[in-house]
């Protein structure tokens, strides 16, 4: 559906290290031969992703930018966790100024399912302070027993330790990034200077039907892992314009067309991919976490495979938001909507929530739902190769919409199809979902170049 040029970057596991006697089935590790990649089991990764998803699902300020940047920096501490014990991989911890994490003691024992368990409970009580004593408490305790049984209470007592002064240095680090964090408390960020001119976005036209104010307006501002002032540059967007032959009114009659006409698949898929219903559902980062689970299910991932993905989707989908938001408030287009009404059809909404004809409260261009897409599909694709069929069971059940599985042969029709299904829906120009995807390419893959290696 967009046509872009893809590099792939295929990112290939170094083995290297001694093995020394260790039976990964049990909670037992011998010092020398506790290594990540013989831990078979990945469930402390998907556990988590999945009180990801519970969290998010009713935490308001935290969607869509807040989540991503909890998503990286969780995935960061985790990989600093247990690098340690992933022979081939280094420390990234050099390469960011401020990030001040504790030097590893290889004297001591290290269980890396226990300690990446700490590390992560830790760094969600901060986010979620209010969410502790029922959703991350149940869950750290439930994998501690699992993971603790069996093994010599020291070894429990450094792993523990060793998780939570990783997690803590983190979370720290975290913390100075002020222009972004907290922002899950005002999403207004004190508000924003609305650019003068036509097709500029203005709440009263582009969100009607509330008086929100647009959401993270200086969230451009924040902290990245990998890419660059030159890496977040996109292609202006097509020219304003109130003739009919014009390409951007074309693109506004596709969206009403789209919209109006629509066949059921567009209508399907439309909702399929939105993620964006309070309550309802998870958010567009978040969604893929719920992907990736099944990716680490699908392939039998060892514990080492699923942490790493894990963390790069994470920091990919930081970055995205980073990138995607400056753009968003660089350019400040309005969306389809407030344009349509205008000049089509004084009466248009989006079909996004059903009856609720819900418009995003925030510029148009760049999408953030094709710039996630982008950016996940790029590292999913770098790890788990250029063919992976699977049916993406993320709304498996469900009846509030259609949840049957959609089947997708590779993760980058998956992502081209979220990118388009924002046009169906009504929310979003053609330019914006072709802009984000392509950044959100970029994004991926510099992720995949960071020196984990």
Not at 287 to 307: G, M, P, T
Not at 328 to 341: L, S
Request: charge should be neutral.
């Amino acid at each position: 559906m967009f046509k872009t040029t893809k590099i792939f970057t295929l990112i290939s596991v170094a083995i290297l290290g001694f093995l020394f006697s260790c039976n990964p089935e049990s909670g037992e590790n011998s010092t020398s031969g506790n290594l990540v990649k013989d831990i078979k089991d990945h469930d402390v990764i998907n556990r988590w992703n999945s009180v990801m998803l519970d969290l998010d699902k009713t935490a308001a300020g935290f969607r869509p930018c807040p989540i991503a940047r909890v998503a990286g920096y969780i995935g960061f501490a985790t990989y600093e966790t247990a690098v340690s014990g992933m022979p081939g991989f280094k420390s990234l911890a050099k390469n960011y100024s401020g990030y001040n994490v504790p030097k590893f003691d290889d004297s001591k024992t290290i269980n890396y399912p226990l300690a990446i368990n700490a590390a992560t409970a830790y760094m969600y009580k901060q986010f979620f302070p209010n969410d502790v004593p029922n959703k991350i408490l149940p869950t750290e305790e439930d994998l501690r027993s699992k993971y603790g049984k069996g093994v010599n209470q020291d070894v429990i007592d450094n792993s523990i330790a060793w998780g939570t002064a990783v997690a803590k240095a983190t979370y720290d680090w975290a913390k100075s990034d002020v222009s972004v964090h907290n922002a899950n408390a005002d999403a207004s960020q004190g508000g924003y200077q609305v650019l003068p001119g036509n097709g500029i976005y203005h709440t009263e036209t582009n969100f009607p039907l509330t008086t929100t104010a647009p959401w993270f307006p200086k969230y451009g501002q924040g902290r990245v892992f990998a890419i660059n002032g030159a890496d977040r540059v996109i292609p202006p967007p097509i020219a304003y314009s109130e003739d009919p032959k014009s390409p951007y009114y074309g693109q506004a009659i596709e969206v009403y067309t789209l919209v109006k006409q629509g066949t059921f698949d567009d209508k399907w898929l439309g909702e399929f991919w939105s993620d964006d219903l309070l309550g309802l559902t998870f958010s567009p980062p978040a969604r893929w976490f719920a992907v990736a689970n099944q990716v680490y299910d699908i392939d039998n991932s060892n514990l080492e495979k699923a942490l790493f993905t894990n963390a790069k989707i994470g920091m990919a989908l930081n970055d995205v938001v980073v990138a995607c938001w400056d753009n968003k408030y660089k350019y400040q287009i309005e969306r389809p909507v407030a344009y349509i009404r205008k000049f089509i059809d004084p009466d248009f909404k989006s079909i996004l929530g059903g009856d609720k004809g819900i418009t995003p409260p925030f510029p148009a261009y760049p999408s953030g739902h094709s710039t996630m897409g982008g950016a996940a599909a790029e590292v999913l694709t770098a790890d788990f190769g250029i063919e992976f069929p699977m049916y993406d069971r993320c709304h498996e059940g469900r009846t509030e919409f259609i949840g049957r599985p959609r089947f997708y042969p590779n993760f980058y029709l998956m992502a081209e199809e979220n990118a388009y299904s924002r046009i169906p829906l009504g929310v979003h120009w053609r330019m914006d979902c072709k802009a984000g995807i392509d950044l959100g390419y970029v994004i991926g893959r510099k992720v995949n170049k960071l020196p984990f290696k």
